[in-house]
Antibody, heavy 119, light 110 residues
Framework: QLQLQESGPRLVRPSETLSLNCDVS??????????WVWIRQPPEKGLEWIGS???????YYNSSLKSRVSISIDLSKNQFSLTLSSVTAADTAVYFC???????????WGQGILVAVSS | AIQLTQSPSSLSASVGDRVTITCRAT??????LAWYQQKPGKAPKLLIS???SLQSGVPSRFSGSGFGTDFTLTVSSLQPEDFATYYC????????????FGGGTRVEIK
């Protein structure tokens, strides 16, 4: 089954850009069956869909974050990435990467990475 | 965007209890609803897709029902490992429409 692993800085300064990578293993990121998704969870709060990308490069974003978010995919590395610009303390969260079956629900998740926004 | 409201936000129950969690959507989402279980410090786990389809390996004491705007997740006989937080998620017309999650229901030991 698919394995996903997030990586990136765990501390980001306010107003700077958060950048995370997700390495996919035991499966191919160019599968037509999947979208690749980022989801976040602020401490002690619920889940929020950030956005998704298809292997073709088509992207879909949460409208509340769209002006600050970019998701990209690197087929050669079997990896997809998230950038979130102009971060504030409200962006402090555990960020999960995951595989989204074509229908729209998540079947495999990374373990999550806690990113704190603080000076 | 479609909003999902879960109720209750938390509940206390005993081992063996029957537990029901509801999820209400602001628009008709047919059966495009999934349920997840999350334990502290872990990623969520998919329990049910398409409102009522139990995922492989998920115990049969879990069941989902509903269509349109009102959905339920039922645990027929709560087990110690079921104490967790549960989330619903809608995916109607994805990817043309945005995904969204309910606020969660925390199931605690009484």
């Amino acid at each position: 089954q698919l394995q996903l692993q997030e990586s990136g800085p765990r501390l980001v300064r306010p107003s700077e850009t958060l950048s995370l990578n997700c390495d996919v293993s035991d499966g191919s990121i160019d599968s037509s069956n999947y979208f690749w998704v980022w989801i976040r969870q602020p401490p002690e709060k619920g889940l929020e869909w950030i956005g998704s990308i298809y292997y073709t490069g088509n992207t879909y974003y949460n409208s509340s974050l769209k002006s600050r978010v970019s998701i990209s995919i690197d087929l050669s590395k079997n990896q997809f990435s998230l950038t979130l610009s102009s971060v504030t303390a409200a962006d402090t969260a555990v960020y999960f990467c995951a595989s989204l079956l074509g229908g729209g629900y998540v079947d495999f998740w990374g373990q999550g990475i806690l990113v704190a926004v603080s000076s | 965007a479609i909003q999902l409201t879960q109720s209750p936000s938390s509940l206390s129950a005993s081992v063996g209890d029957r537990v029901t969690i509801t999820c209400r959507a602001t628009q008709d989402i047919n059966s495009a609803l999934a349920w997840y279980q999350q334990k502290p410090g872990k990623a969520p786990k998919l329990l049910i897709s398409d409102a009522s389809s139990l995922q492989s390996g998920v115990p049969s004491r879990f069941s989902g029902s509903g269509f349109g705007t009102d959905f339920t997740l039922t645990v027929s006989s709560l087990q110690p490992e079921d104490f967790a937080t549960y989330y619903c998620q809608q995916f109607i017309s994805y990817p043309q429409r945005e995904l969204s999650f309910g606020g969660g229901t925390r199931v605690e030991i009484k």
